[in-house]
């Protein structure tokens, strides 16, 4: 229920139901002896008051209108956030230097330049063109930016991206070659990653299958480098929660995003992409690895995942009463998948 209060000819509205999660929320956050990556946001005077501010207005009356509440309250508070991360000082330490070669061509598959990024890949776009010419970009979008080569591609999720991919590959090449002939390097940043949307598991492997086909049947285009973006939801169930030491005193604990029931299929694609996308460079590089042992890891693990991935459908849950079937990948399974790439495979690719 909404109610509205008066004072100098001034009326406002206040969402009832709202006002009463942020009192909530702010008690338990402000009030509990363990502090949380919530106490050191609401400590902020921008994020407190762009909750508090959400709370003014009408109680939504159906679901399309809490939607549209809750979008406006993320596009004021996004980036408040990013701010709030990039200026303080007690968290510098985790900041890390951008470094490119500048012998190497980039390439960001799923990327394209604005004026004001936003997100992971559209930042990195930005970072890259500061520093590197040409940048290209590929995304579905037509855009026309200075500085930045874009083009723009539908279907590099698609059974038949391959083609597309050996198109972007073939048309780098004839622009790049004149300046150093055959001997051009190129750096691809893959980011294409779906969470949400038809398919979109499935979308997350076969795009990476569709660069790995292309990677594999291309001659002349000779890659350096890969690049893959990825998420904390990667990350194996038991990964342990950040504790870092803040102002005062304070001890924060920051919960660590992960494996889990709820984004299980999602991470598993995820998962699938890095394994794909490794196989791939593998089989480029000669000597890089045992090949036998390595290649059959991959092989068993890639045909496991798209099997679980297509038979989840778009249900990114975990399901507990599958794990006595045999072709069912467990937590434990996708937790030792997890581990075995950051441990061991990621780090001898480097």
């Not at 338990?28 to 919530?38: P, R, S």
């Not at 609401?42 to 959400?54: F, H, Q, R, S």
């Not at 004001?116 to 970009?137: H, R």
């Not at 949307?197 to 076969?206: D, H, P, T, Y």
């Amino acid at each position: 229920m909404s109610s509205k209060s008066m004072g100098k000819g001034c009326k406002r509205t206040i969402n009832q139901a709202a006002l009463q999660v942020y009192l909530q929320l702010k008690d338990e956050v402000f009030n509990d002896e363990a502090k949380t990556l919530a106490y050191w946001r609401m400590k902020n005077a921008e994020v407190e008051k762009a909750l508090a501010d959400y709370c003014l207005g009408d109680e939504p009356q159906s679901m399309k209108e809490a939607y549209k509440q809750t979008m406006s309250l993320f596009k004021i508070l996004n980036p408040v956030l990013a701010h709030q991360e990039q200026e303080d000082e007690h968290f510098a330490i985790f900041k890390r230097s951008f470094v490119v070669d500048q012998n190497q061509i980039p390439i960001v598959i799923g990327g394209k330049p604005v004026s004001e990024p936003k997100s992971i890949s559209e930042m990195l776009v930005q970072m890259l063109g500061n520093e590197c010419s040409p940048v290209y970009t590929i995304s579905r979008s037509k855009v026309t930016y200075e500085g930045i080569a874009h083009l723009d591609y539908q279907g590099l999720d698609k059974k038949d991206g391959e083609n597309e991919f050996l198109d972007i590959f073939s048309r780098v090449v004839d622009n790049c070659h004149p300046a150093k002939g055959e001997n051009q390097q190129y750096a691809i940043y893959f980011t294409l990653g779906d969470y949400k949307g038809s398919n979109a598991f499935q979308r997350n492997l076969q795009s990476a299958h569709n660069l790995a086909t292309a990677i594999q049947k291309s001659k002349d285009f000779k890659l350096a480098q890969l690049v893959v973006t990825g998420t904390d939801a990667t990350l194996p169930s038991d990964h342990m929660d950040n504790i870092v030491h803040w102002k005062d005193g304070i001890m924060l604990t920051i919960p660590s995003y992960r494996i889990s029931n709820y984004n299980f299929v999602y991470a598993m694609s995820k998962l699938g992409q890095f394994l794909i996308l490794a196989e791939a460079v593998v089989k480029n590089t000669k000597g890089l690895l045992p090949k036998t042992e390595y290649m059959e890891f991959f092989q068993q693990k890639i045909s496991r995942i798209w099997k679980n991935v297509i038979e989840a459908g778009g249900d990114v849950t975990y399901k507990i009463e599958k794990e006595s079937d045999e072709d069912y990948i467990s937590m434990k399974e996708l937790d030792m998948i997890s581990k075995r790439l950051t441990e061991d495979i990621l780090p001898m690719l480097k």
